[in-house]
């Protein structure tokens, strides 16, 4: 199981991961599933490394 979480100040959205080959976007602050505004800024800010925006891995 492994979740790539980006964080900026607004909120954490990350990658959870979900069966075998499966996965989606997770909002990690509320514990839900992410919506389409969320998972939208999400790509956004994955195409553009802003310097105000940190990456956490976690590999487990």
Same mark, same amino acid.
């Given at each position: 199981?492994? !979740? #790539?979480?980006?964080?900026?100040?607004?909120?954490?959205?990350? %990658? *959870?991961?979900?069966?075998?080959?499966?996965? !989606? #976007?997770?909002?990690?602050?509320?514990?839900?599933?992410?919506? %389409? *505004?969320?998972?939208?800024?999400?790509?956004?800010?994955?195409?553009?490394?802003?310097?105000?925006?940190?990456?956490?891995?976690?590999?487990?």
């Amino acid at each position: 199981k492994w !979740e #790539l979480e980006v964080v900026n100040k607004n909120t954490i959205i990350g %990658l *959870k991961k979900i069966g075998v080959d499966d996965q !989606e #976007l997770w909002n990690m602050k509320e514990d839900r599933v992410a919506t %389409l *505004k969320e998972a939208m800024s999400y790509l956004v800010m994955m195409l553009r490394v802003g310097s105000d925006t940190d990456f956490i891995s976690h590999a487990t």
